[in-house]
Structure formats: structure tokens, C-alpha cells
């Protein structure tokens, strides 16, 4: 299985903050990298798909970057409705993994 | 954009079945590969199990192999999943997840989720 590992595991912001969220593949996943956000009690909402591009609908201070291993969620001035858990997932292989969550506080 | 409305889930001892569904509509369901994700207490995303937009191809994750099976019925626009000989461990909210890819080109990421429905496996 290819592990998924999210740093931080969780992460104090303020409205209007940059943050930066990274995401490390245990192998080369090319850009099959997706980004989702969870807020309590609800479903996950797909952010970006392929790594790097914005799924429609999702506002564009949300942006995606990275291939290979190495890949970055940032969110460029962090507006209320932010503050939610946000997972990647590799979609190069089944089982499809996700990372372990980082929650934005 | 479409809606998946998951249901079947309840309270159950270790060892039994129970079979969950996923009614889906506003989008062309037999079109897309269906995902099974599911989500322990407080805990993060598991991928559990997915079918082709034609029910032939299926996956599973190794912990549910053997015991999960995945069906769907594209004229009734239905997904199910039937858990045989439940554990402890299968106590979660599980999604039912359209795939963002279309036919022969699954991506494998999910686009539209259900609310869920809660498994919980008493030991």
C-alpha cells in the first residue's frame, strides 16, 4: 500500500492567513494527487484534482502543486468557512489511501 | 451535479451481515465507477471497496476482502454493499462516492459523496 503522510497533523490560522499543507507519497505518484475538505459531521468536498487543478466550484484562493512524492495544498488567505480537516489521496493504485487528515483550527 | 443517498446502516454484533445501499440520481449513474469510503469515530478516510460503471471490474481494500462484496444495478440506479461476518473494527460512517472519471476512465477520486450511514459492530 502506498502510505499517504500529511504534515502538520493540525494547524492554528487566522482569517486572512497564508497556509500551507503538505502531502508525502511513500512512491513516485506522478500527479495523481487529490485534496479534499471535511467539516464535522459532513461528507468530504473535493477541493483539487490531478494535483493541481481546481474543482469546479471551489474558490480560487485554493490551489494544488507538486508530482512525484512531494505535494502542497495552500490556501492563500484563509476566509471562516476554512476551518475544516483537509485529506489527500493517491489515486495511483488501489487501495486508494488517504493521508491522516490535517485540521486547520 | 447529481445526489447518492446512502441507507441500511444500524447497530449489529460481530459476526452478522447487513447490507447497505446507495440510491443515486441526477447524474448519469451507469456512466461512472461507484466507491465505497468509509470513516471510523473521529478517525480519518478509508477506501473500502469500488465497481466499474459497467459492474464488472471490482476492488478491494484487504481489510474487507472475503467479507464485503460490491453490486450495482444500473436500471434501478443502485449501489449495495453486502458486509458478511462484521468485526468490531467495521464500526464507521460509510460513503458512497461517485468517481470523477467517466466509463473506461476511472480517476478514482471522488466528486460527490453521500451523507453516510453509521455501521456500528458490537462486540
Known amino acids: 500500500d502506498i502510505q499517504m503522510t500529511q504534515s502538520p497533523a493540525s494547524l492554528s490560522a487566522s482569517v486572512g492567513d497564508r497556509v500551507i499543507i503538505t502531502c508525502r507519497a511513500g512512491?513516485?505518484?506522478?500527479?495523481?494527487l487529490y485534496w479534499y475538505q471535511q467539516k464535522p459531521g459532513k461528507a468530504p468536498n473535493l477541493l483539487i484534482y490531478?494535483?493541481?487543478f481546481l474543482q469546479s466550484g471551489v474558490p480560487s484562493r485554493f490551489s494544488g502543486s507538486g508530482a512525484g512524492t512531494d505535494f502542497t495544498l495552500t490556501i492563500s488567505s484563509l476566509q471562516p468557512e476554512d476551518f475544516a480537516t483537509y485529506y489527500c489521496?493517491?489515486?495511483?493504485?488501489?487501495?486508494?489511501?488517504f493521508g491522516q487528515g490535517t485540521r486547520l483550527e | 451535479q447529481g445526489q447518492l443517498v446512502e441507507s441500511g446502516g444500524g447497530v449489529v454484533q460481530a459476526g452478522t451481515s447487513l447490507r447497505l445501499s446507495c440510491a443515486a440520481s441526477?447524474?448519469?449513474?451507469?456512466?461512472?465507477?461507484i466507491h465505497w469510503v468509509r470513516q471510523a469515530p473521529g478517525k480519518g478516510l478509508e477506501w473500502v471497496t469500488m465497481?466499474?460503471?459497467?459492474?464488472?471490474?471490482?476492488d478491494y481494500a484487504d481489510s474487507v476482502k472475503g467479507r464485503f462484496t460490491i453490486s450495482r444495478d444500473n436500471s434501478k440506479n443502485t449501489l449495495s454493499l453486502q458486509m458478511n461476518n462484521l468485526r468490531a473494527e467495521d464500526t464507521a460512517v460509510y460513503y458512497c462516492?461517485?468517481?470523477?472519471?467517466?466509463?473506461?476512465?476511472?480517476?478514482?477520486?471522488?466528486?460527490?459523496w453521500g451523507q453516510g450511514t453509521m455501521v456500528t459492530v458490537s462486540s
Open positions: 462516492a461517485k468517481d470523477r472519471g467517466r466509463r473506461r476512465l476511472p480517476q478514482n477520486a471522488f466528486d460527490l
Open positions: 465497481i466499474w460503471y459497467d459492474g464488472i471490474n471490482k
Open positions: 490531478a494535483a493541481s
Open positions: 441526477g447524474f448519469s449513474f451507469s456512466d461512472y465507477a
Open positions: 512512491q513516485t505518484i506522478s500527479t495523481y
Open positions: 489521496q493517491q489515486s495511483y493504485t488501489p487501495p486508494f489511501t
